[in-house]
């Protein structure tokens, strides 16, 4: 039986950050994970580049059914301290829009720099490692049985993830622990992923995978500013990733392709000109020419500027502004970057991450019902609730 302080479940974002923390208490930690790899996560996001925090992080970039838990551990430990860290390790590193902080070189700057401190706080990971059995014993103290043998500890830390990209290894092991020891676990489902479109649209829309315009995106709860792209398969872009996060099956959503113009307006204003240009010449201004061909009949296109109609003008109007779409669904975990759902937030203290009915057990990062925004918000997430939890096992 191999003794520790401190074992914590995955060595992912939210693991290795824990890991630090408790080490640095001088606690003995030990890191479990059934990958080849520590962090794998870490160094494909962001495209290789770790979009690892964001400027600007608040409450209101996550998702929760009980959207008070984060405002502790965000507050307690803030991107301005992950930040100081990745100063001291001088990773360079930039910014791109809406405050998006990326490594200027790899991700794999960001998962050196958290092995590093692992290895300073010596705290030990142990890699190829698939948990059996977790019991608790009548000391209260944790016991595991792997295939590298077993393990007993006072505090239990659950820093699993998600079901995003099962291919990563993302398993639904986090829940099962949660649930064996009688704690809720809200419905999952992807969260920051593409829309596919019903069999109709699919095929009218084909023609234009590889285009990306700017729009404003929105549903009945939200709207977002960002580009969409369109693909073979469907809708993505930081727009569609962003709404899909709060969309649900069943759901129209609303795409304005000219959000800063009044077209109705301006079409107006072409007409008492007189103006004899063709709409399509028009719009090819401002929208790429095969998705007007694609939002419009090509006898509208050819009208002329000086003859439309009120009523025209309003449906052509409609169409750019208003654009309504029904996807079919998601892409589902396959792609997407996180998941909506998961260990009920109600269960847990947002001071400790420890479980309010079973002490020494916590849950840090994606596996908690927590979902930030696409932008290095779930980074932060992970870098915060680790962090607190870190403080007390």
């Known amino acids: 039986m191999i003794e520790a302080d401190v074992i914590i479940i995955g060595a992912g974002a939210s693991g290795l950050m824990c890991a630090i923390e408790a080490g640095k208490r001088g606690r003995k930690v030990i890191v ?62 930039h910014e791109r829009d809406h405050g998006q902080l990326f490594c200027d070189e790899s991700a794999r700057d960001i998962l050196n720099m958290l092995l590093s401190e692992c290895d300073k706080a010596r705290a030990v990971i142990q890699l190829n490692t698939s ?90 709860s939200r709207s977002f500013s960002e580009n969409i792209l369109f693909t073979h398969r469907g809708l993505s872009g930081p727009a569609v990733l962003q709404i899909s996060s709060y969309w649900r099956p069943g759901e129209e959503i609303m795409i304005n392709l000219l959000p800063g113009m009044d077209l109705d307006a301006d079409l107006k204003s072409k007409r008492l000109q007189k103006i004899k240009s063709k709409l399509k010449t028009y719009l090819d201004g401002y929208l790429p020419k095969r998705l007007i061909s694609s939002l419009f009949a090509e006898d509208v296109l050819e009208l002329s500027l000086q003859d439309l109609s009120d009523k025209q003008i309003r449906q052509i109007s409609e169409q750019i502004h208003s654009w309504a779409i029904k996807p079919n669904g998601t892409e589902g975990y396959r792609t997407a970057e996180v998941t909506c759902g998961g260990v009920d937030c109600n269960a847990i203290s947002s001071k400790t991450m420890e479980s309010n009915a079973v002490p020494g057990l916590y849950f840090i990062g994606e596996v908690l019902d927590v979902t930030g925004w696409l932008g290095g918000y779930n980074f932060q997430w992970a870098w915060s609730s680790a962090w607190c939890a870190g403080q007390y096992v």
């Open 32 to 93: 479990l994970d059934h990958a080849n790899k520590a962090g794998k996560k870490i160094l494909m996001s962001g495209g290789g580049r770790c979009n690892f925090t964001n400027y600007e992080v608040g409450p209101d970039n996550y998702i929760s059914h009980n959207p008070h838990f984060c405002k502790s551990a965000l507050s307690r430990y803030t991107q301005w301290d992950f930040l100081a860290l990745v100063g001291r390790y001088r990773i360079p590193f």
């Open 131 to 220: 948990i059996g059995t977790i019991e608790q014993a009548i000391d209260k103290r944790f016991q595991l049985k792997t295939n590298k043998g077993n393990y007993i500890c006072q505090s239990l830390v659950v820093a699993t993830g998600g079901l995003s990209i099962p291919k990563m290894g993302a398993t639904p092991l986090g829940y099962k622990i949660a649930q064996q020891f009688g704690i809720k676990v809200l419905p999952t489902r992807a969260g920051l992923v593409p829309f596919t479109l019903q069999p109709e649209d699919k095929a009218k829309f084909a023609v234009l995978s590889g285009v990306a315009v700017p729009c404003v995106i929105s549903n009945k």
